[in-house]
């Protein structure tokens, strides 16, 4: 007997809980195409989607890796994990995206599987100013990113970020050299922005969706 690939099983996870392609995508943040080569066989999926890919096919990391034996009894959970409804800003209205998020009758969302933190809203990258080829965070040109006003910013975090003087937000990802604080982007045709503290910080970004 022919041992089942990692595209067998993620297919009939899939299969047994009714789960469509865009919910793995949602699941785990990558893109449609990455997705669509999993289930076809033409690709395997790399180690940093293996953790939530195996939390939406409510499988252990072993499983989902090496096969054998699934165990479907009262110890694994085969609840489907909330999908959760997150309003979808412009980056103009995400400037002052408290008000936004009080306002009962916004119309344009997303949705995105599991737990999230409570005022999570998005935004859409209308640059590609965090777009890169080289290794380390690429955000494409056209993204959807997931923002949490209300996560601790640390150096390192990817932010939404309003600098002074303007009146859109950007995204950039936040170092902190010495005394300096820059706002920097992965594409080096964009200049970094000097910041004199932390106060203009939106929100830190956590999860990004894009299509192909």
């Not at 002052?96 to 935004?123: H, R």
Request: charged fraction near 15%.
């Amino acid at each position: 007997m022919n041992k089942q690939t990692i595209s067998e099983r993620i297919t009939q996870r899939m299969h047994a809980l009714n789960l469509k392609g865009k919910d793995l995508v949602n699941a785990t943040g990558a893109s449609k195409g990455s997705v669509s080569q999993w289930m076809n066989g033409g690709g395997a999926p790399s180690s940093r989607y293996i953790s939530s890919l195996a939390k939406i096919l409510k499988v252990n990391e072993n499983w989902l890796l090496n096969g054998g034996e699934l165990n479907t009894g009262d110890s694994l959970d085969l609840s489907l994990p909330p999908i959760k409804t997150v309003p979808l800003l412009s980056l103009q209205q995400a400037a002052s995206w408290s008000d936004y998020m009080k306002n009962s009758s916004i119309t344009s969302c997303v949705q995105l599987v599991g737990e999230i933190p409570a005022n999570t809203f998005a935004v859409v990258l209308e640059s590609d100013s965090m777009s890169t080829s080289g290794g380390g965070v690429s955000i494409p040109n056209g993204s959807t990113v997931f923002v949490d006003p209300d996560r601790t910013v640390q150096p390192g975090n990817i932010v939404l970020a309003l600098p002074k003087g303007t009146t859109t937000p950007v995204i950039r990802k936040l170092e902190i050299e010495g005394p300096d604080i820059l706002l920097v982007p992965t594409n080096p045709r964009y200049p970094s922005i000097m910041l004199d503290d932390l106060s203009c910080i939106l929100g830190v970004c956590f999860k990004i969706q894009q299509n192909i």
